[in-house]
C-alpha cells in the first residue's frame, strides 16, 4: 500500500528562523518536536547525516540534510514502513514560510494494518503538535488543539503497555 502523509503551516517568519527549528531536531535546544507531549526524536549524534535514532517504536537515520531548509529520514523500524519522512522550509509569500512534513512510504506485511489503525493517528496527533510548536516558538498565538478519541486510547493503551512492560523486566532481574 502505497501512503503519502502531508502536514504543513504556513507561518510568519524569516527563512533562517524557521530554518533552525530544523536544525535544532534532537538536540537539548529542539523547539519544534513536541517532546512535552511524545517520545523524544533522539539520534546517536548531532543532526547530520548518518545520524541514526528514532522516536518511540520508529527507527530511522538522516539520508539528506540541507542545513536550514531540509531533512529527510530513512525507515529502519517498524519492519513494513519503506520509505522516510521528511522536513522541509520553503518560502511562501508575504514574508512566510512553508513548514512542511511529508511522509512517504510503501506500508507491507504487518504495516498494512498497523499504520492505518495505530500509526498514522498517533503521527497525525504528533505532527499537528509539532506544527503547533513551531509556530509559538516563532512567537504566533497558537490554540491547543485537541486529540481525536482514538488516539486518547492509543495513548493510554501504549502507556499501559509500557508500565506493564517495565513491571515485568523489574520483576524477571528480581
Do not use: C
Amino acid at each position: 500500500m502505497r501512503v503519502l502523509n502531508l502536514h504543513e503551516r504556513t507561518l510568519r517568519s524569516s527563512l533562517a528562523n524557521a530554518g533552525a527549528l530544523i536544525d535544532g531536531l534532537a538536540s537539548r535546544d529542539d523547539a519544534l518536536w513536541p517532546r512535552d507531549r511524545w517520545p523524544a526524536m533522539k539520534l546517536d549524534r548531532p543532526l547530520g547525516v548518518g545520524a541514526a535514532g528514532g522516536h518511540g517504536p520508529i527507527r530511522y537515520f538522516v539520508e539528506e540534510y540541507e542545513p536550514g531548509r531540509s531533512v529527510r529520514f530513512r525507515f529502519t523500524r517498524p519492519r513494513g514502513f519503506d520509505g522516510s519522512h521528511r522536513f522541509e522550509i520553503t518560502q511562501a509569500v508575504d514574508g512566510r514560510v512553508r513548514l512542511r512534513h511529508v511522509l512517504e512510504m510503501r506500508a507491507s506485511g504487518p504495516a498494512l494494518l498497523t499504520w492505518p489503525f495505530l500509526y498514522q493517528p498517533l503521527h497525525d496527533a504528533l505532527l499537528e503538535d509539532a506544527l503547533d510548536r513551531a509556530g509559538s516558538t516563532l512567537g504566533l498565538p497558537i490554540a491547543p488543539r485537541r486529540w481525536s478519541a482514538w488516539v486518547k486510547v492509543l495513548r493510554w493503551a501504549l502507556r499501559r503497555r509500557a508500565r506493564q512492560g517495565k513491571r515485568s523486566r523489574l520483576v524477571d532481574r528480581g
